[in-house]
T-cell receptor, first 114, second 117 residues
Framework: AQSVTQLGSHVSVSEGALVLLRCNYSSSVPPYLFWYVQYPNQGLQLLLKYTSAATLVKGINGFEAEFKKSETSFHLTKPSAHMSDAAEYFCAVSELSNTGKLIFGQGTTLQVKP | NAGVMQNPRHLVRRRGQEARLRCSPMKGHSHVYWYRQLPEEGLKFMVYLQKENIIDESGMPKERFSAEFPKEGPSILRIQQVVRGDSAAYFC???????????????FGEGSRLTVL
């Protein structure tokens, strides 16, 4: 069965600092991986996705993630945090070969301090 | 607005009442997924439906919860005899199709937040 683990339920950075949100996955088949962002009282918005093409994936709002098969990781980074990046971030893996449902991690709340 | 539409956005029910949550998928999408988000937790898969068919209900509680996606109209998640533990945000997502042509992205609505008093 596929699963996702996000290390750190809360991450706090200063404005302008590097953002690093960690995600490790478990999958018996080549995975499709996703990062979603959720702002307070809103739905989920796709940040970026890995679908077996380039291992370094660029997304919206300056975020990117690198797929590392040897480490079973898909960490999300952004060089310089903005106040508007404060939100909850979810990593997910797709059961594409089965029902297409996404399996989500527990989420990481990003706080950006001025 | 061509996005996934959910209503109501907020719903308050007393214990023992019924809650009905509706979801209209994006235009052209025939696959609907329901997820539940409990406070301080991630999203848990509940059910996956296609038109007139429940494909995967492995995440649905065995009792009181049901879902449908009729030929016409929105998908409905129904919770009978609600209890306080049902208080959560319920998200609907849609997808155009499954299979090798699908990159797996799900498009989410803004959620329905159920509060049980």
């Amino acid at each position: 069965a596929q699963s996702v683990t996000q290390l750190g339920s809360h991450v706090s950075v200063s404005e302008g600092a590097l953002v690093l949100l960690r995600c490790n996955y478990s999958s018996s088949v080549p995975p499709y991986l996703f990062w979603y962002v959720q702002y307070p009282n809103q739905g989920l918005q796709l940040l970026l996705k890995y679908t077996s093409a380039a291992t370094l994936v660029k997304g919206i709002n300056g975020f990117e993630a690198e797929f590392k098969k040897s480490e079973t990781s898909f960490h999300l980074t952004k060089p310089s945090a903005h106040m508007s990046d404060a939100a909850e971030y979810f990593c997910a893996v797709s059961e594409l070969s089965n029902t297409g449902k996404l399996i989500f991690g527990q989420g990481t709340t990003l706080q950006v301090k001025p | 607005n061509a996005g996934v539409m959910q209503n109501p956005r907020h719903l308050v029910r007393r214990r023992g009442q019924e809650a009905r949550l509706r979801c209209s998928p994006m235009k052209g999408h025939s696959h609907v997924y329901w997820y539940r988000q409990l406070p301080e937790e991630g999203l848990k898969f509940m059910v996956y439906l296609q038109k007139e068919n429940i494909i995967d209900e492995s995440g649905m509680p065995k009792e009181r919860f049901s879902a449908e996606f009729p030929k016409e109209g929105p998908s409905i998640l129904r919770i009978q005899q609600v209890v306080r533990g049902d208080s959560a945000a319920y998200f609907c997502a849609s997808s155009p199709l499954t299979g090798t042509a699908n990159t797996g992205e799900l498009f989410f609505g803004e959620g329905s937040r159920l509060t049980v008093l």
